[in-house]
C-alpha cells in the first residue's frame, strides 16, 4: 500500500486570474476538494510542501491526508485526482483533490516496475519493456505505489502480459489481459550469429530501434 503523507492547506475565498496569480507568486498553489457527496470548495497548499510531498511519489495519483484550516471538516483523506504544471517553469498552476471514502473504488495510473534479470537478458537478448503504466481500480487503503513484477523466468522470444501482473490483493486493472507488458528479444549480435551459422528459428524475435513501443 502506498504512504498517505499529510499535506497543510487552507480554504480559501478569492477565485479568479489575478487572484490565482497573485498566490503563485507568493508561493502559493491554488487547488480545489471534490467527491465523497460533498461541494467542491477552493483550498491552496504551499507549494514547497506540495512539491516536497509529490517528488516522492512514483505516481501523479496519490493519497495524501489533507488537514485543511478554516473547514467545517479538517483532516479529510483525499486522492490527487489531477496536476496542473506549467510547460515551461515546472511550477505547480492548479491541483485537483477528491475526497475519498474507505470503502470507495478509486482510479489511478501507476508505473510498472519489471524486477529481476530475465533468463533471456543472461543468455545475450533484449528486454523491452513496452508498457510503463497502466490504470488500476482499488479501495484507497489497497492503493499501491507500483505494480512490481519479477522477469526472472522471462526467456527469448517470451513476454509478459496484463493478465499475467502480479496484482496486490484488492486491485484490479480494466485493461484488455492480452496487452503486451515486455517481451525479451534477441540481439542484433546474435541474430548474425545465428544468421551466419545457418541457426535461427520462427520464434526469435528480432530486436531494432524502430521497435519503439509497439507491442
Known sequence: MAEQATLPAEKRENNGTSA???LRREGIVPAVVYGSKQRAYMIQVKENIFSEVFRKQASANFLVNLEIEGAQEKSKLA?????????????FVHV???AVLDDETISA??????VGESAGVKGGGLLEHLLHS???????????????HDVTNVDVGQGVKVGELNFPDGVTTKMDSDVLVALVAKSR?????????????????EATEEDGDEG
Open 109 to 114: 495510473t501507476v508505473p510498472i516496475d519489471l
Open 96 to 98: 485537483d483533490f477528491r
Open 20 to 22: 490565482s496569480k497573485k
Open 189 to 205: 549480435a546474435s541474430i548474425a550469429a545465428d544468421a551466419a551459422g545457418g541457426g535461427g528459428g520462427d520464434a526469435d524475435v
Open 134 to 148: 497502466l490504470e488500476i481500480q482499488c479501495k484507497p487503503g489497497d492503493l499501491p505505489e507500483k505494480i512490481v
Open 79 to 91: 486522492f490527487v485526482q489531477d496536476v496542473q504544471r506549467n510547460p515551461l517553469t515546472g511550477g
